[in-house]
């Protein structure tokens, strides 16, 4: 099956192949990355369709001296083959030793760990600049496409990058694709220059004072080795438009193209997924919500940023259909989602932006300075913010508390049921007082085995069990945890009070006062980091008094292709543990 691919060690073994030796090389890695999709999913269509351009950019510049830099890197399988780790790929039982992203602590070729889009561009002028100030003379190539020039970071590069008198290329990926449909005028510009064969005046990179070439099949190995020939050892920045098929070689990933951009493992042969996830979830739930209330308030707007079915709030192609001038795409770019959903809240709209956590990390300024400052009332809502959320380091959304509660006049709601959340949205979506911020639910679906407010204007914790000298603070998903603690302490005839934060930037201090009547020790159980975390907020409150508080929650670290329930008893986020530590 894999003639060629086995002996890979690194590029250097590719570069005496003919094109035809080329060919089957690219066949290979096809079949490698099949094998590993199907099996533990992936990436899919974005690494099938950009597999003859890396085997060019290996066969011509000379890696890791010559660095090749992915954006984003959902696209890197075929760079991590050829550089020495095609068994992660070939082999089932190493699938798991590779990331699904580059990662400089698997091989040398890696320059950046990345995840998140639109930084190749900066990044490579970076290089460029390090590179030029020790006089060196290496090539710096950054390959940038599905959807990531729109995001800000992007041409921003762009604008650094036309100043820049040395070596920079520019390989830009055009499959007509983000994760879903592109979205915003520099794609009709992108469609313009394929249909022109980039011969179009209007041209977006030779605006911004580069240089450019276009390659019309960006899949044909001769041509790009040709084009890549030439332009090696450049002493200009350069743009290679490649026009691509995303997901060559796979017909189901060439007609599913959004299907198949990201996938969990699949039958070969049907294209069904075989997953053992339940029918609902908490995108699921979301999704259904936001649709019918779509439907039912003609002033409701939702928002996404090019990640509106897996990422963000469950919005398929058909619901998005169904929602029609509702819905709103601006691209993979989050900083300026938040500030149309500021516009909106403002001129009377009502403005709901979802998206992943990790991609939170992306708004601060908007969500402080566009959002909070100007006290508008929309609503965030914040996805796999939570130790079950994506496992990859570049991905863990467990850093959201501490970044959100630093803003003012932000409301920051954590559900603990799926019930509450969707109450909590309309809620948020109704209020005109507050930005407000949701942090979804992680892991499995929980039925609210207690009463659920549809008002929390009051900002109040809620008690669900009553009792003495021991609380339990169980925030979002973790109250689950806390129903566990509180049945355990019960066989212990310790009668805890259970309480469910609901809010997780504000104190409660009526509550946190009135506990101090009739408890001794405060538990905190929280799905993300402790270090500024909601614990120390409940912890620095009772600084004075003689309550205790143990805190559970998350090491401030990365962690990686990590199992949840392993992290959680490393952490000592399990009832056996904090019943020891409770009863001594």
Known sequence: MYKYLTKIKSPRDIKDLNINELNEVASEIRTAIINRVSKLGGHFGSNMGI??????????????KDKLIFDVSHQCYPHKMLTGRAYGFM????FTKISGYTNPDESEHDIFNVGHTSTSISSSIGLCKARDLKNSKENIIAIIGDGSLSGGEALEGFNVASELN?????VVNDNDMSIAENHGGLYSNLRLLRKS???????????????????????????????FSEIKDINHPIVIHINTVKGK??????????KFHSTASFNIETGELVSTNPKETYLTVTGDYILEKIKNDKSFVAISAGVPSALGFGFDASKRIEAGEQYIDVGIAEQSTVAVASGIAKNGGKALFGTYSSFIQRTYDQMSHDLCLNNSPATILVSNASIYGFKDKTHIGIFDIPLLSSIPNLVYLAPASKEELTSMLEWSIEQNRYPVAIKMPGGEVFNADYTVSDDFSDLKYQITKK?????????GCFYKIGVELYSALKKQNINATLINPRVINILDKSTLDMLKESHHTIVTLEDGILDGGFGEKIASYYTNDSIRVLK???KREYIDRYEPNQILLENGIDVESICKDLIW
Not at 58 to 63: I, L, R, T
Not at 91 to 94: A, L, P
Not at 166 to 170: E, F, G
Not at 467 to 475: D, H, K, R
């Open 552 to 554: 559970y929650g998350l």
């Open 197 to 227: 064969k980039g011969m179009c005046e209007l041209n977006l990179f030779k605006a911004f004072g580069l240089d450019y070439r276009y390659i019309d099949n960006g899949n044909d190995l001769s041509t790009l080795i040709g084009v």
């Open 249 to 258: 070689g796979s017909p189901m990933a060439e007609s599913e193209k959004e």
């Open 467 to 475: 009792g003495e000298g021991v609380s339990i603070f169980a925030l």
């Open 91 to 94: 082999n089932d039982e190493d």
């Open 166 to 170: 040395s070596n920079l290329i520019i």
């Open 51 to 64: 597999v003859e351009a890396t085997i060019a950019l290996h066969y011509v510049f000379d890696s890791p």
